[in-house]
T-cell receptor, first 112, second 117 residues
Framework: QKEVEQDPGPLSVPEGAIVSLNCTYS??????FMWYRQYSRKGPELLMY????GNKEDGRFTAQVDKSSKYISLFIRDSQPSDSATYLC????????????FGRGTSLIVHP | ETGVTQSPTHLIKTRGQQVTLRCSSQ?????VSWYQQALGQGPQFIFQ???????GRGNFPPRFSGLQFPNYSSELNVNALELDDSALYLC????????????????FGPGTRLTVL
């Protein structure tokens, strides 16, 4: 079993839909939970991160962490075709050097 | 676009050969991390360099080695290439090695696509 599990999709939604992306994990030591977006032929870019449990909102994006269930989510409201990309969740411990463990990514397609 | 650059963009090698990939970090960053991203997978941590010293290593064999130079640019060397080494190799730079914050985010380069035949 991998430390971080993520459904690869693809997930296809119409423009304007609410998108829900999820990851599960097994390592209880993870304290930082990140979401990256990766466009084709580009490196990942950090969208947002949360520390420990709770929610965080940034514009159309909301990240949720449920440590009791070892489950994290990213919600995208009013999805746009420009949101079409691969979304990678990543997690890391609190101490020591920042070295994230990534999920395999979910491919999202938002069609007009 | 981040300030992290990588060269070359694409590379084709044959099994058993050696390859060197290069990364220039963003201005003001002293830490470089290398990742391997196989097709359809997330990036896997190879190693990290901080001020020219290796500062952590993932589960990769010794034929994966690296260097960091005084200007904080970095090289990834892979010896005795295997077919499974075919992947996108990403480098990421940051201000330091410590925990993620708004002032210590890792910025990724566009990657080098390595194909081993």
């Amino acid at each position: 079993q991998k430390e971080v599990e993520q459904d690869p999709g693809p997930l296809s939604v119409p423009e304007g839909a609410i998108v829900s992306l999820n990851c599960t994990y097994s390592n209880s030591a993870f304290q930082y939970f990140m979401w990256y977006r990766q466009y084709s032929r580009k490196g990942p870019e950090l969208l947002m991160y949360t520390y420990s449990s709770g929610n965080k909102e940034d514009g159309r994006f909301t990240a949720q962490v449920d440590k009791s269930s070892k489950y994290i989510s990213l919600f995208i409201r009013d999805s746009q075709p420009s949101d079409s990309a691969t979304y990678l969740c990543a997690m890391s411990n609190a101490g020591g050097s920042y070295i994230p463990t990534f999920g395999r990514g979910t491919s999202l397609i938002v069609h007009p | 676009e981040t300030g992290v650059t990588q060269s070359p963009t694409h590379l084709i090698k044959t099994r058993g050969q050696q390859v060197t990939l290069r990364c220039s970090s963003q201005s003001g960053h002293n830490t470089v991390s290398w990742y391997q991203q196989a097709l359809g997978q997330g990036p896997q941590f190879i190693f990290q360099y901080y001020r020219e010293e290796e500062n952590g290593r993932g589960n990769f064999p010794p034929r994966f080695s690296g260097l960091q130079f005084p200007n904080y640019s970095s090289e990834l060397n892979v010896n005795a290439l295997e077919l499974d080494d075919s992947a996108l190799y990403l480098c990421a730079s940051s201000r330091g090695t410590s925990r993620l914050t708004e002032n210590n985010e890792q910025f990724f380069g566009p990657g080098t696509r390595l194909t081993v035949l």
